[in-house]
């Protein structure tokens, strides 16, 4: 299993330096980036000899896949550009959290945003990964951050009714802790749990979830060993951090304990 780390082109460096495999990039940024932001993103990936695997940040809040104005030929637009971009810099795997993009609006029927989204995977997202080779999964997000999809079964669910051999699901510690989902909930899941996210899932000095500083803090060696049982192939850390620089080392030397 890889380990890497969520971030743009001001992380390519550390993340090489601490021993990541990998690192994540932010779909969103890497689709509407000008040639010169998108050109230097993979410049630093190549001088530090870093691969950029998978992406998260799927659609930007103001573009809806649920609701009453869900603009299919944007997104068209969109996707095609982004998937493209993504093939080129070598990515393999692209994260659908998009909160702000699929949650059900005030008094929209639940029933159809369920459809929509099925829809929108079915006939636009996946295919279009698939035709760049990409894997596309879910994105459980607990209740504060999204009506739908809030837990790892969810995600599954819904990937098991796509049932299309790039689609799976996404558990990430931070919303499973929140949601009360298990290590049991992953390792039911083996075939379909594809890609994980990674922190410190507790508060601390006012940012939600932080990076890792001890293996004895929380049960991170539980969360690997059902990771790999699940075959998971990649699981990269999402936190918050007022110094990535420091912070990213002691979290490295977590993560190669139990990859």
């Given at each position: 299993?890889?380990?890497?780390?969520?971030?743009?082109?001001?992380?390519?460096?550390?993340?090489?330096?601490?021993?990541?495999?990998?690192?994540?990039?932010?779909?969103?940024?890497?689709?509407?980036?000008?040639?010169?932001?998108?050109?230097?993103?993979?410049?630093?990936?190549?001088?530090?000899?870093?691969?950029?695997?998978?992406?998260?940040?799927?659609?930007?809040?103001?573009?809806?896949?649920?609701?009453?104005?869900?603009?299919?030929?944007?997104?068209?637009?969109?996707?095609?550009?982004?998937?493209?971009?993504?093939?080129?810099?070598?990515?393999?795997?692209?994260v659908?959290?998009?909160?702000?993009?699929?949650?059900?609006?005030?008094?929209?029927?639940?029933q159809?945003?369920?459809?929509?989204?099925?829809?929108?995977?079915?006939?636009?997202?996946?295919?279009?990964a698939?035709?760049?080779?990409?894997?596309?999964?879910?994105?459980?997000?607990?209740?504060?951050?999204?009506?739908?999809?809030?837990?790892?079964?969810?995600?599954?669910?819904l990937?098991?009714?796509?049932?299309?051999?790039?689609?799976?699901?996404?558990?990430?510690?931070?919303?499973?802790?929140?949601?009360?989902?298990?290590?049991?909930?992953?390792?039911?899941?083996?075939?379909?749990?594809?890609?994980?996210?990674?922190?410190?899932?507790?508060?601390?000095?006012?940012?939600?979830?932080?990076?890792?500083?001890?293996?004895?803090?929380?049960?991170?060696?539980?969360?690997?060993?059902?990771?790999?049982?699940?075959?998971?192939?990649?699981?990269?850390?999402?936190?918050?951090?007022k110094?990535?620089?420091?912070?990213?080392?002691?979290?490295?030397?977590?993560?190669?304990?139990?990859?």
């Amino acid at each position: 299993m890889k380990i890497g780390v969520c971030g743009g082109t001001d992380r390519i460096a550390a993340t090489a330096d601490a021993g990541f495999d990998y690192i994540e990039g932010n779909f969103t940024s890497i689709t509407r980036w000008t040639d010169e932001e998108y050109f230097n993103f993979n410049n630093e990936l190549k001088k530090y000899s870093l691969p950029c695997e998978a992406a998260n940040c799927f659609l930007p809040g103001d573009m809806k896949i649920v609701g009453d104005s869900v603009d299919y030929k944007a997104l068209e637009e969109y996707l095609l550009k982004g998937f493209a971009r993504a093939k080129e810099t070598g990515i393999k795997m692209v994260v659908m959290g998009s909160g702000g993009a699929r949650s059900v609006p005030d008094g929209f029927s639940f029933q159809k945003a369920v459809n929509q989204i099925v829809f929108f995977v079915s006939q636009y997202a996946a295919p279009i990964a698939a035709d760049n080779g990409i894997d596309f999964v879910f994105e459980p997000l607990c209740k504060p951050e999204s009506n739908i999809i809030n837990t790892i079964k969810d995600g599954a669910m819904l990937a098991s009714v796509i049932n299309m051999p790039n689609v799976g699901t996404l558990g990430d510690l931070y919303h499973m802790h929140v949601e009360g989902d298990t290590y049991k909930d992953v390792r039911d899941l083996k075939g379909i749990f594809r890609h994980a996210h990674i922190s410190y899932p507790v508060p601390c000095n006012d940012m939600k979830r932080v990076f890792m500083k001890s293996p004895d803090e929380y049960d991170y060696k539980g969360f690997f060993e059902a990771l790999k049982f699940a075959g998971c192939e990649r699981v990269s850390i999402e936190a918050a951090t007022k110094d990535f620089n420091s912070d990213v080392y002691p979290a490295a030397e977590i993560m190669k304990m139990y990859k």
